[in-house]
């Protein structure tokens, strides 16, 4: 990890970006998530009814009405409390509309990086004792500037059974900050116009805190920060934790998605995954 301090209050920028996240995404979620995100959830996941789901950053409630739509009996959480009371909301709404069953999911705010915090919901919601069949993170792992406190929570709140499902931006080809290179050439025997698109890497293994510019857009104040962490410092903490990887899969556009005017578009460069999608499980007590 880079050197460069992140400011004092990381989930500051969420709580800007609340409403603006929630009016992208909406009910159904964005083009990476209903392609690239939720498929993969959905497999990795295999939510069946009756199971206890706790959902990480919810945002606005995305993966937790899916779960709850399978079945599961939902704690949903966010360190945002305005993200929070977006996804309350919009949940309420599909309660109205007969959408969900009531009361299928609770909401509670959590700093996933305070051991504190995890001890006070887990207070707060006693029902859970017993753990939980499927913890979720989606989008979110890089957004976490230290992940020791959720790795030992893990280990803790999941059954024997459970698994801790997450995605997150492929750290190789997306939080390294590669670089997309397009090189653009004539064809003198078919007088075809060919692209070639690469990727370019100039550092992996320390690379600093970046602001998320996709999002500067949405927001008077800088975005979030992105955390990059090269494959090994993303998962020692869970195996450290007593967690093991059982699942890992690699997602992306294919060529039905190509953007024919803009060369430079992410979606055009199929051959470098966009998301990292992995599971994990308790490691086995005769193990």
Known sequence: MGSQKPESSPLLPWEALAASWDEGM??????????????VLKKLANV???MRALDLATGNGLVARWLAQ??????????SRAMLERARNRTFAWYERGQLPEDKIVFDVLDVTNPVAWSNLLSNH????EGFDVITMNMA???IQDLDSLATALKKILR????FVATLLHPIFFTSGAERQITVRDNPETSEREVDLAIVMRRYLDVPPARQMPLAQNMESPPPLSFHRPLNELFTPFFKSGLVLDALEETNFDDSFRDTERYHAAKNFTQFPKILAFRMRPIAMDS
Do not use: H, I, K
Request: glycine residues 16%; hydrophobic residues 30%; charged residues 20%.
């Open 26 to 39: 909406g009910d159904e979620g964005n083009l990476y998530f209903s392609v690239l995100e939720f498929p």
């Open 48 to 50: 069946r009814p009756g």
């Open 70 to 79: 399978e079945g599961a009996s939902v704690l949903a959480t966010d360190g």
């Open 126 to 129: 006693p029902d859970t004792s």
């Open 141 to 143: 792992l890089m957004d």
């Open 160 to 163: 024997p059974n459970g698994c």
